[in-house]
Nanobody, 118 residues
Framework: QVQLVESGGGLVQAGGSLRLSCAAS????????MGWYRQGPGKQRELVGT???????NYADSVKGRFTISRDNAKNTVYLQMNSLKPEDTAVYYC????????????WGQGTQVTVSS
């Protein structure tokens, strides 16, 4: 129903920046929120940040003040600006979209690798 494609991952030095993008296509109406999750080596998948269609944002404590999530509803695209990157930010980053029509449906991208070297 919904296809999500992430881009922008790569290798960066500690203290550097990356900007991830996620474009949604398919049946994209009434997507209530989009966001980013990540899964590091040997770790559980965890929330990075979310943004609603109205622009309200939520962030994990570990990234507050360093990461910023934004969206362009006209382009059906969500962005994750990552600044002051740390080695512990190394993970596969996954885009998420949520549709709530009484029953919640979640859609996921394939992931993009972010590696932060020290």
């Amino acid at each position: 129903q919904v296809q999500l494609v992430e881009s922008g991952g790569g290798l960066v030095q500690a203290g550097g920046s990356l900007r991830l993008s996620c474009a949604a296509s398919g049946i994209i109406f009434r997507l209530n929120a989009m966001g980013w999750y990540r899964q590091g080596p040997g770790k559980q998948r965890e929330l990075v940040g979310t943004i609603t269609s109205g622009g309200y944002t939520n962030y994990a404590d570990s990234v507050k003040g360093r990461f910023t999530i934004s969206r362009d509803n006209a382009k059906n695209t969500v962005y994750l600006q990552m600044n002051s990157l740390k080695p512990e930010d190394t993970a596969v980053y996954y885009c998420n979209a949520r549709r709530d029509l009484g029953v919640v449906s979640d859609y996921w991208g394939q992931g993009t690798q972010v590696t932060v070297s020290s």
